[in-house]
Nanobody, 121 residues
Framework: QVQLVESGGGLVQTGGSLNLSCVASGIIFGINAMGWYRQAPGKQRELVASVTSGGSANYADSVKGRFSISRDNAKKTVYLQMNSLEYEDTAVYYC???????????????WGQGTQVTVSS
């Protein structure tokens, strides 16, 4: 089983920066993607950014140009550098990992417990 542990959330003023980290433990198969979702109060969980094991990144339109996702495969870690934070970025941020086990159909999905990011106006 895979476990994901996030860190780096907190309280920051508008325009500030935070760097989230997520470390995975357990067996992760070669074809995979790691990323970050967020959920604000009263809203659905949404994708923030993701990156494949091959390094291909994808971002929500609302964070393009402000957030940057990266990963260290050797450390099984994904990072989210968040700059120019806005009040609307306030949410619980969840780490995500999805991988494909060879010979098994479908995608395994794992989630972290979440870390709170609060941006004060």
């Amino acid at each position: 089983q895979v476990q994901l542990v996030e860190s780096g959330g907190g309280l920051v003023q508008t325009g500030g920066s935070l760097n989230l980290s997520c470390v995975a433990s357990g067996i992760i198969f070669g074809i995979n993607a790691m990323g970050w979702y967020r959920q604000a109060p009263g809203k659905q969980r949404e994708l923030v950014a993701s990156v494949t094991s091959g390094g291909s990144a994808n971002y929500a339109d609302s964070v393009k140009g402000r957030f940057s996702i990266s990963r260290d495969n050797a450390k099984k870690t994904v990072y989210l550098q968040m700059n120019s934070l806005e009040y609307e970025d306030t949410a619980v941020y969840y780490c995500y990992l999805g991988d494909v086990e060879p010979g098994v159909p479908g995608v395994r999905e794992f989630w972290g417990q979440g870390t709170q990011v609060t941006v004060s106006s």
